[in-house]
Structure formats: structure tokens, C-alpha cells
Nanobody, 127 residues
């Protein structure tokens, strides 16, 4: 079991930055591949970024490359999403997710793979 709690969302002006955190409880964080997703108003939930169980491999949606960075801290059982040069269209509820993985270098963009989800944190970008 993995329990996930996101934090760090809020209101920011376009061009600004935010860092989201996702704290994981339970013993399985180090065995989990992690992902960040978001759901914008009126849209389906979409993949943003993922990181492997080992932390060595990351993957990003094309529209986020160069602006967003995913990382993880095993000592703190936390995964982060650093978001820079935010745009109005980044406004959404952001979710982190965990997948218990047998493969240390695999990253997953398919949300159906993930067994555990946080409750989400709202990010609002003003134009």
C-alpha cells in the first residue's frame, strides 16, 4: 500500500514557477515508479512526467519538456515536480501516482498502470 499526499499548488502569475511535492507513506515508495498527471477544466486527465523506481530514468510529455522537471528523494519518500515558465493553460488539478514496479528503469505514461493516486492539488496560473 502507498498513500500519496500532494502539496505546493496555488495561484501564480504566468511566467512564474511552482514546485509540487508528493509525500508517500508506506514501505513501497522505493519499489514504485512515480508519475505526475493533471486534469484541466473540461479535459481528460493527462500525463505530465514520470520517473523510474531507480530514479535514473525520466520521461515527459512533449509540451512539458524543458519547463517541468520530475525528481524523487528516497530519504524523504517524496517526489517533486518543478514547474517553470508557467502558462495559463497549465491551470489544472495536479495528481501524483505510484505503480509498484518489478523493473527499476521503467517509466509509465499510461495512467491505467498506476495503482495509487493522491487527492490532487490545484494549480492556477493567471494571465
Amino acid at each position: 500500500q502507498v498513500q500519496l499526499v500532494e502539496s505546493g499548488g496555488g495561484l501564480v502569475q504566468a511566467g512564474g514557477s511552482l514546485r509540487l511535492s508528493c509525500a508517500a507513506s508506506g514501505r513501497s515508495f522505493s519499489r514504485s515508479a512515480m508519475g505526475w498527471f493533471r486534469r484541466a477544466p473540461g479535459k481528460d486527465r493527462e500525463f505530465i512526467a514520470g520517473i523510474s523506481m531507480s530514479g535514473a530514468i525520466t520521461r515527459y510529455a512533449d509540451s512539458m519538456k524543458g519547463r517541468f522537471t520530475i525528481s524523487r528523494d528516497y530519504a524523504k519518500n517524496t517526489v517533486y515536480l518543478q514547474m517553470n515558465r508557467l502558462k495559463f493553460e497549465d491551470t489544472a488539478v495536479y495528481y501524483c501516482a505510484a505503480h509498484l514496479s518489478d523493473y527499476s528503469s521503467s517509466v509509465y505514461a499510461d495512467q491505467a498502470v498506476y495503482e495509487y493516486w493522491g487527492q490532487g492539488t490545484q494549480v492556477t496560473v493567471s494571465s
